[in-house]
């Protein structure tokens, strides 16, 4: 019998969201009718992914849901351009100054489309090379620029981070944080 573990963590996590006020993993495990040892396993995924919280209160782990905001809300309040994309070349997320920059006005004509497709890449060769190493390498790389959006304005400088992460399934990916100068 296969288990599909995206289906039992978003079960666990349901539980735990229609108890604010905490649950133990025996309540868990006692709801779901699953083994207690599985529902541990479950809840130290969410807990490592920043989905739930975890107090210790007496010998009990008790579990509460994360009140943690995503991070995807906050970019849209940053000066610089952000963008990530998965270990395909792929972008995932890109923010309205970048969107707004590039004259792009949907986010889905962005998002889900590699990389190479951006307007900016052809100006900035290395960026590719970049991903691969930051990817590669697992270290955060800094980079410069110059870009020419070919509409008469004149060229502008940029400062490019390549930083490595890992998103919330365990996917390696890129975050590009570029700055003008």
């Known amino acids: 019998m296969k288990i599909d573990?995206?289906?039992?963590?978003?079960?666990v996590l349901e539980i735990i969201r229609k108890h604010p006020k905490g649950c133990t993993i025996r309540e868990i495990s006692e709801e779901l009718g699953i083994n207690r040892n599985a529902v541990a396993k479950y809840l130290d995924v969410l807990h490592v992914a920043g989905q739930v919280?975890?107090?210790?209160i007496g010998p009990a782990k008790v579990y509460f849901p994360s009140k943690s905001v995503p991070i995807s809300m906050l970019?849209?309040?940053?000066?610089?351009?952000?963008v990530i994309v998965d270990e395909g070349f792929v972008t995932i997320e890109a923010n309205?100054?970048?969107l707004r920059y590039i004259n792009v006005t949907d986010k889905r004509e962005v998002i889900g489309k590699p990389i190479t497709e951006l307007p900016i890449v052809g100006?900035?060769?290395?960026?590719?090379e970049n991903i691969r190493k930051a990817l590669e390498y697992h270290q955060i790389l800094e980079d410069k620029f110059v870009y020419d959006k070919n509409d008469g304005s004149k060229p502008e400088k940029f400062r490019a981070k390549f930083i490595p992460t890992t998103f919330n399934n365990g996917e390696k990916g890129v975050a590009l944080l570029i700055k003008k100068l």
């Open 96 to 98: 309205m100054p970048f």
């Open 75 to 82: 970019f849209d309040f940053s000066e610089e351009f952000i």
């Open 5 to 11: 573990y995206h289906r039992e963590l978003e079960k």
């Open 123 to 128: 100006s900035f060769p290395r960026m590719m």
């Open 53 to 56: 919280e975890m107090r210790r």
